[in-house]
């Protein structure tokens, strides 16, 4: 995947909070106090920093309490990211412009896709930070949670040394393309809370048939369906923002979307047997398989996980 050189990136839909604080986060044993009445959705490895790292009673969802000593006042600071992230050029080579690119399509697609089923789009902002966070309605967190969305406040956060995770800790490819899943599936999550659909799970539940997993099952779908239209989705010139997508960018998307299925996890890195009954994102396959059904079909309504009878792999 690649960047046009000459498009303008727009850092405005971003928030930088990676000098402002709260950094120095211990690298395991992160908590999120959840808030604001809604699901909380805390990313893509919340299950085995949560289960096989002995927190939470294993819920997957539900973290009670906060962290205590993340700092307070933390402020967006967008001036360094604005100097440095202008163009598709700055895309190609530095990942926080990658991220901020992707971040750009994304709303651009889903604006649209919105719109044409005479629905609003609210654009989310990114949130970058360093260690730890203080969000707007979820707690506070650090980034050993991983990539996660508050519902509460409409914000998707990262720490961007999670990228270099995947591949040390997950063995994962890596790339562009993958990254830009790790974003569009949180992004998912945003149409979720859009529609409601995040409201028809429990926190904690969990097994291969809860609406944990089918929650994260069609965010990986959207994130697919995204995938389908990044290449065409144009900037404020009329021109698409990203070019040359690859099979071998979508291979390293079904690879990360393999090394964090529940099962994989539960057996390669949480050193144990496959306990279904714990599940909260899908297996490897049905991660895979929902990215895949999104990314053939272009289409968010192939994405209902939800209906009686559906097979989800």
């Given at each position: ?102 971040v750009n399509s994304l709303n ?19 949130v970058f930070f360093n260690g ?105 010139s009329g021109r698409p923002l ?72």
């Open positions: 995947m690649r960047f046009d050189e000459n498009a303008n990136l727009d850092t405005s839909q971003v928030e930088d909070m990676r000098g402002s604080g709260g950094g120095g986060g211990s690298p395991l044993g992160g908590r999120v106090a959840l808030g604001g009445g809604g699901l909380g959705i805390l990313g893509l490895i919340l299950y085995f920093l949560v289960s096989q790292l002995g927190g939470a009673g294993g819920s997957g969802l539900a973290l009670p309490g906060g962290l205590t000593g993340l700092s307070s006042g933390q402020s967006a600071d967008n001036t360094q990211i604005a100097q440095s992230c202008q163009t598709g050029a700055d895309a190609n080579t530095k990942v926080d412009c990658e991220v901020t690119a992707v651009g697609y889903w604006s649209d896709a919105m719109a044409r089923s005479g629905q609003t789009y609210r654009a989310p902002k990114t730890s966070v203080n969000t707007g309605g979820c707690g506070g967190a650090t980034s050993a949670v991983g990539p996660f969305y508050c519902p509460a406040d409409s914000k998707v956060y990262i720490d961007l040394s999670f990228f270099k995770e995947l591949q040390t800790r997950f063995g994962a490819q890596g790339g562009p393309f993958a990254r830009a899943y790790v974003i569009a599936h949180e992004y998912g999550h945003h149409i979720q809370n859009l529609l409601g659909t995040n409201r028809r799970v429990q926190a904690g539940d969990t097994g291969p048939t809860s609406g944990s997993v089918r929650l994260e099952l069609q965010a990986d779908c959207y994130a697919g369906v995204w995938a389908n239209h990044a290449a065409s989705v144009p900037t404020s990203i070019t040359n997508v690859t099979q071998a960018d979508v291979s390293a998307a079904l690879d990360t979307a393999a090394r964090i299925g529940d099962d994989y996890i539960q057996t390669q890195l949480g050193g144990g047997r496959v306990n279904q009954s714990q599940f909260t994102h899908g297996s490897s396959a049905q991660r895979e398989k929902w990215y895949t059904t999104g990314y053939q079909t272009g289409d968010p309504a192939r994405c209902d996980t939800f209906s009686r009878g559906v097979n989800l792999g």
